[in-house]
């Protein structure tokens, strides 16, 4: 079957810190993957995606690249704000059943 | 632009109530979908649509109904509501193909007590 593994929160960093939030993936063909990124209160809003295998998707500093030898799609930023903090869901669809990871919360202080 | 709107925001039902969640998007998305949200389980598929008249279940399609009357509403229904559907419901659409990512709405916050 089709599923996502993300690796369990919470992270707290620090102002200006490297960020990396791992996100592995089993699925039958070649789905495309997403990050998606939720703030408090509202609903999920589109990070970044990748479509093919070697693909980089990025947006707003952070980038993931589709490894299809791995199986991962890894969410990376070079030096995170406070503004970041929020719950971050890897995703991938095949076809019409967009799966989920668990979601990661990552809080970011000054 | 309005994108996906989703009413009530919050909700609280009494065990056994029924209601209709509704869903409407003005960006002409033929596909979509309802998801439930709940802690350490991230995002789960309730039912979908791919366009007016035709929808399919999802993950977790029991005690929950849809229809898609037109384009532009996909409305849930809770038959006969359970505290184990105390959650956080979703709304999603998409154009084109499952590459092109989904719009959300803000969500309804179910209780049922």
């Known amino acids: 079957g089709n599923s996502v593994t993300q690796m369990e929160g919470p992270v707290t960093l620090s102002e200006e810190a490297f960020l990396t939030i791992n996100c592995t993936y089993t699925?039958?063909?070649?789905?495309?993957l997403f990050w998606y990124v939720q703030y408090p209160g509202e609903g999920l809003q589109l990070l970044l995606k990748a479509t093919k295998a070697d693909d980089k998707g990025s947006n707003k500093g952070f980038e993931a690249t589709y490894r299809k030898e791995t199986t991962s799609f890894h969410l990376e930023k070079g030096s995170v704000q406070v503004s970041d903090s929020a719950v971050y869901f890897c995703?991938?669809?095949?076809?019409?059943?967009?799966?989920f990871g668990a979601g990661t919360r990552l809080t970011v202080k000054p | 632009n309005a994108g996906v709107t989703q009413t009530p925001k919050f909700q609280v039902l009494k065990t056994g109530q029924s209601m209709t969640l509704q869903c409407a998007q003005d960006m002409n998305h033929e596909y979509m979908s309802w998801y439930r949200q709940d802690p350490g389980m991230g995002l789960r598929l309730i039912h979908y649509s791919v366009g007016a008249g035709i929808t399919d279940q999802g993950e977790v399609p029991n005690g929950y109904n849809v229809s898609r009357s037109t384009t532009e509403d996909f409305p849930l229904r809770l038959l006969s509501a359970a505290p184990s559907q105390t959650s956080v419901y979703f709304c999603?659409?998409?154009?084109?193909?499952?590459?092109?990512?989904?719009?959300f709405g803000s969500g309804t916050r179910l209780t049922v007590v």
């Open positions: 699925a039958t063909g070649y789905p495309s």
């Open positions: 995703a991938l669809t095949p076809n019409n059943d967009m799966r």
């Open positions: 999603a659409s998409r154009a084109g193909t499952p590459g092109d990512g989904y719009t």
